[in-house]
Each structure stands twice: as C-alpha cells, then as structure tokens.
C-alpha cells in the first residue's frame, strides 16, 4: 500500500466536511499529540471553525463504532478529538515544521486532491442513475399492465378516503 492509500484510509466524512483526526496527523508528521495541539494552541488564530473543530460525544462514538479505530486505546483518550479540514492540514505544515511534516503534508493534499476527484467524477453516474429510473418507470408504465394496476392501488390507498353522506337519523 503507497503513502496515499493509506492517507486516503485516514480522511473521514463529518459534518459533511472530509476530515483527519489530530490523533492520526500527529502520528504521519512523528510527534506527540500533545505537540501538535500545543502548537495549534499557540496559533489558534490560524484555525478557523471550518479548518478545525473538536468533536462531539456522538461523532466520536458513531466514528468509533463505523470504522473500528481499534489503534486507539480509548481509555487513554481524556479528550475528544480534533479533526482538521484540508485547509486546516494544510495550515498546519505551517505550525509544524520539520521535514517530515512537509513531506506528509504533500502526500495528505495529493491524497484530499485524489479523493475530491473521484467524487466529482462520480457525479454523472448519480446522472445516469436517475436517468435509467425515467426510463425504466416509463417501461412499466407502457409494457407491464400488472405492476402498473399495483401502482394504481397503491396510490388509491395514500390518498385521502372521500367522505360519504351519512344515512340515517343523527345528531349533528
């Protein structure tokens, strides 16, 4: 497995943002966690909520139980963690400079850069998809008199019963 795909494993989706955990990052760049949150620390002014953000109870147990971060002994774990944005990571080789930092930082935007691709080409197949739905309920619609008559009941039975004229004598 190359520097990438193993970068790749690294980023995760939350709040709707691709993610790295200050956990993972301080283990690619070869120091302490506790440095590498000191550092963000004295110079917080360089991340902003959408470069970083801490996670909330529910994120971390839903991240925990999703992808399995057995690496972690979370009885160690004080406090939650902090993810980082690909502009967080990337201001981050400004705070943390060594070599091998740098050199991971490459590989992390190649890695965010290859991932962006891949979803953007992704999106004409969701294209596609949405297509051959047209196409195929316009098939049932014209060849199969069955599911078409299933259909027919069905939206018979969500719409609203029409109301009748009460027989009898009542009170109204």
């Known amino acids: 497995m190359d520097k990438k795909t193993i970068i790749q494993e690294l980023i995760y989706e939350i709040r709707g943002q691709k993610v790295m955990l200050d956990r993972d990052l301080a283990e690619l760049y070869g120091v302490e966690l506790r440095t590498l949150n000191q550092a963000v620390k004295r110079n917080n002014i360089r991340f902003p909520v959408d470069f970083m953000f801490r996670l909330t109870q529910n ?92 259909i027919i009941a069905l939206n018979n039975l969500i719409e609203k019963p029409k109301e009748t004229k009460r027989i009898g004598f009542g009170v109204n």
Do not use: C
């Open 59 to 150: 994120e971390w147990d839903i991240l925990r139980s999703h992808f399995v971060i057995a690496k972690l002994n979370v009885s160690k774990i004080r406090f939650l963690p902090y993810v980082f944005t690909e502009q967080g990571v990337a201001m981050l080789s400004s705070v943390i400079n060594s070599e091998r930092a740098i050199e991971v930082n490459i590989n992390i935007m190649r890695a965010f850069v290859k991932l962006r691709g891949y979803f953007l080409s992704q999106s004409g197949t969701n294209e596609q998809i949405a297509e051959l739905r047209k196409l195929l309920m316009l098939y049932i619609e014209k060849n199969d008199k069955r599911v078409n008559d299933i």
